[in-house]
Structure formats: C-alpha cells, structure tokens
C-alpha cells in the first residue's frame, strides 16, 4: 500500500455543509459517518459528522470532522497557518471559481514571476485555498 497525504479539516459544526460543498466544486464519491453511525445514537452530537471523505475522479482526498466543544482535548482553533494546496492544469480555474462563491479571494489568479498562474482564497467555510496552475 502506498502512503498518501492528504488534508483532513475540522470544522466547528459546520463539516457536513462543507464537504457537500467539496463535492460540488470537484465532483466524487462522499461518505460522511455520523457520531451516531460509530454507535453512539444518544449523544448530543449524535449527528455530527466523526469521519468525512471525499475522493474525486481526479485523484484528490479531503477528508474531515466535526470538533465543536464536544471533544475537549482537540479544541478547534482555526487558523491561518496551513492552505489547501491544488496544483496542476487548466480545469483548476474553475475549481478556484467554485470555491471562491461565498469566500474571499486573498489573491486573484494571475500569472507569476515563475511562469503559473497562481492565486488564494479563504472559502465560505474560512479554509484558505492556494491554487497553482501549470501554463504551457
């Protein structure tokens, strides 16, 4: 089995709108378990989300949780420190389209010094996005 590295998102509640939302933006096969669907149907968070992941046809995973006080020893703190890279061709405009609707764009698409087109956003959901693509 190869390693893989792949982002996994916690959000404060909000993990189902999100990964649904990932899902319009890159297409793919979601499967979201619930607190409930891991056997406990009682909780008061029995419908959040404990596991999420998203494989799209292009090879991406993103992967995600809930954490919204429920969990004391991982708190959700979210933060500015780490982006979603993507990087490659053309069709990554509109990826960076789509997930700009609701976000703010921190840097358009435009070309660089290095020859790419490159550019950031922060999604609705406060995800920063750095988006890379290879112009030939």
């Given at each position: 089995m190869e390693s893989r590295l792949n982002p996994y998102i916690?959000?404060?509640?909000?993990?189902?709108?999100?990964?649904?939302?990932?899902?319009?933006?890159?297409?793919?096969?979601?499967?979201?378990?619930?607190?409930?669907?891991?056997?406990?149907?009682?909780?008061?968070?029995?419908?959040?989300v404990m596991h999420a992941r998203l494989d799209t046809a292009d090879g991406y995973t993103l992967m995600a949780c809930d954490v919204d006080g429920q969990v004391e020893d991982v708190p959700h703190s979210p933060g500015n420190n780490v982006a979603v890279y993507l990087g490659g061709g053309g069709k990554l405009r509109e990826y960076f389209e789509k997930l700009s609707v609701g976000g703010t764009v921190t840097m358009p698409l435009e070309k660089q010094l290095w020859g790419d087109e490159a550019g950031a956003l922060v999604d609705l959901f406060g995800i920063s996005w750095m988006v890379n693509i290879t112009l030939d």
């Amino acid at each position: 089995m190869e390693s893989r590295l792949n982002p996994y998102i916690r959000f404060n509640g909000r993990a189902r709108q999100a990964m649904e939302f990932y899902q319009e933006v890159f297409g793919g096969k979601l499967e979201i378990r619930t607190i409930a669907d891991f056997g406990s149907p009682d909780s008061p968070a029995a419908d959040k989300v404990m596991h999420a992941r998203l494989d799209t046809a292009d090879g991406y995973t993103l992967m995600a949780c809930d954490v919204d006080g429920q969990v004391e020893d991982v708190p959700h703190s979210p933060g500015n420190n780490v982006a979603v890279y993507l990087g490659g061709g053309g069709k990554l405009r509109e990826y960076f389209e789509k997930l700009s609707v609701g976000g703010t764009v921190t840097m358009p698409l435009e070309k660089q010094l290095w020859g790419d087109e490159a550019g950031a956003l922060v999604d609705l959901f406060g995800i920063s996005w750095m988006v890379n693509i290879t112009l030939d």
